[in-house]
């Protein structure tokens, strides 16, 4: 008995590695059995929708719930966290199950990882948000936690890995108009479309010198392909492909496409440092390589207004 469990046992593991993994693919815009375009989006409703953030509340640098709270009698003060904040999205686990991913999720873990163990940001000051915490109002509420305690001297990351969608601008879901008539956006775990626009107008709010916004999904390189856009001073844009591509998760790779290289190989294992500094650059650099050399309709996009490399 246990020998035919032996036999049945390889030959299933044997028919798992002989399936090529370019043929277990789907686009981060839909699954494989729909078009990235099928997706039921739709617009939050209107209490749902907030203007740019105002920093109100805590000071900058102190965790939520901690101002003004001295230490204990007798113990030496603790070295403050890192000027470091960080919301960190990853969504495999849509709602219902006929648009879930395989490895969007897994992005966001490593990219915290990465954040956390690489890059010196204190684990509180990094939001991580997965799968069914990922709501349109866990989002929003998580960036304006971020706008709430950075300041000008801060480093902030925003990442987000899941599905993206692309709508005609004159359906009206920002206020900006596009050059190319397209409004761009990421899609939360309800649904509901974030736009380029309107990100542009909550994370208008930033003060830090310092910024770096990841974007790991369909049609993200059309989240600055217009001046009205997410891009400005002194930030650097990553982005899985360009604004009419798709962006690709591969069952069997662990990761998305792009997650593989620029998150995992690129931040977590430093492999694509090669100046000693692990920058969004160069995890770029080494991302669009490998992308492009696997697939040919992928093109990973770099905004770059930073003075020099961003090291997060």
């Known amino acids: ?74 113990k030496p003060d603790k070295e403050p966290p890192a000027n470091k904040w960080a919301v960190v999205v990853g969504i495999a686990d849509y709602e219902g199950s006929q648009y879930d991913l395989w490895h969007t999720d897994e992005d966001a873990k490593e990219m915290a990882s990465a954040l956390i163990e690489n890059y010196g940001f204190d684990k509180g000051n990094v939001k991580l948000l997965l799968n069914r915490k990922a709501t349109y109002g866990a989002i929003v509420s998580a960036i304006d936690w971020l706008i709430k305690n950075e300041d000008a001297e801060s480093t902030v990351v925003f990442f987000f890995s899941g599905h993206g969608f692309r709508a005609v601008d004159s359906e009206g879901w920002d206020s900006d108009t596009e050059s190319d008539g397209q409004d761009e956006g990421i899609v939360s775990h309800d649904f509901y479309g974030l736009p380029d626009g309107f990100l542009q107008q909550k994370l ?69 440092d090669t100046q000693g500094d692990d920058s969004i650059e160069e995890a770029h650099a080494y991302a669009y390589s490998e992308v492009t050399d696997e697939r040919s309709d992928s093109h990973p996009q770099l905004n770059d207004q930073y003075d020099g490399e961003l090291i997060p």
């Open 204 to 272: 208008s709010a930033l003060e830090s010198q310092k910024v770096a916004l990841c974007f790991g999904s369909c049609h993200s390189g059309g989240m600055f392909d217009d001046a009205s856009d997410l891009q400005g001073a002194n930030r650097v844009i990553a982005s899985a492909c360009r604004a009419d591509e798709y962006a690709w998760d591969y069952l069997l790779l662990g990761n998305t496409l792009w997650g593989k290289y620029f998150v995992d190989e690129g931040l977590l294992q430093g492999l694509a």
């Open 1 to 74: 008995m246990r020998r035919i469990l032996v036999i049945v046992l390889v030959l299933v593991l044997a028919l798992s590695i002989a399936v090529p993994a370019t043929s277990m693919t789907q686009a981060m815009g839909g699954p494989s059995k729909v078009t990235p375009d099928d997706l039921p989006v739709v617009k939050p409703p209107m209490e749902l929708v907030g203007g740019p953030s105002t920093p109100t509340g805590n000071p900058h640098g102190a965790p939520p719930g901690q101002e003004g709270k001295p230490d204990k009698p007798g």
